[in-house]
């Protein structure tokens, strides 16, 4: 079964530093994968997909991910972090069947002045 | 073009009380979904449907209830509401699985007291 796993459930940086959250998965097939955010009180937005066009995905608002095969990793990073970016983060892999997304436990983002 | 609509946005019930929470999508999504999320805990699937008449449990499906009687309404059912229900819902639609990932609800916000 797929699974993924987020590594740090909080992580905190300055404003204008390199954001880098950590997500790795598992899975029997090549997987598609996927990173949500999730502003306060709001419902989850996508951010970015891998669908095995390219291994260096760019989403929406500076983010980008690159997917690496051999590490089983799909990490979310941005060059300068900005107060706008705090929110909490989630990795996500689509199942086998393509008929559910299975989520991490997500990561919260706190962006210090 | 509304999305996913999920209604109420808040709602608290008292434990033994039933209630429906409303889901219904505008884009002709074959497919849809009920997550719940906890604090740390990511989010849990309760139910999934792939389409009109056709619905399966998720990880998390006891205590609820769901139909999908047509394309756009996918309705959730708690019967006999616990305080192990208190949590956020959110509902999502997919046009053709998850390798094309989700579009979410706004969510509604349920404690159960």
């Known amino acids: 079964a797929q699974s993924v796993t987020q590594l740090g459930s909080h992580v905190s940086v300055s404003e204008g530093a390199l954001v880098l959250l950590r997500c790795n998965y598992s899975s029997s097939v090549p997987p598609y994968l996927f990173w949500y955010v999730q502003y306060p009180n709001q419902g989850l937005q996508l951010l970015l997909k891998y669908t095995s066009a390219a291994t260096l995905v760019k989403g929406i608002n500076g983010f980008e991910a690159e997917f690496k095969k051999s590490e089983t990793s799909f990490h979310l990073t941005k060059p300068s972090a900005h107060m706008s970016d705090a929110a909490e983060y989630f990795c996500?892999?689509?199942?086998?069947?393509?008929?559910?997304?299975?989520f991490g436990q997500g990561t919260r983002l706190t962006i210090n002045p | 073009n509304a999305g996913v609509t999920q209604t109420p946005k808040f709602r608290i019930l008292k434990i033994g009380q039933s209630m429906t929470l409303q889901c219904t999508q505008d884009m002709n999504h074959n497919y849809m979904y009920w997550y719940r999320q906890d604090p740390g805990m990511g989010l849990k699937l309760i139910y999934y449907?792939?389409?009109?008449?056709?619905?399966d449990k998720g990880e998390v499906p006891n205590g609820y209830n769901v139909s999908r009687s047509t394309t756009e309404d996918f309705p959730l059912r708690l019967e006999l509401a616990a305080p192990s229900q208190t949590s956020v819902y959110f509902c999502a639609s997919s046009y053709e699985g998850s390798n094309y990932g989700y579009t979410f609800g706004s969510g509604t916000r349920l404690t159960v007291v």
């Open positions: 996500a892999v689509s199942d086998s069947g393509a008929q559910k997304l299975v």
């Open positions: 449907s792939v389409g009109a008449g056709i619905t």
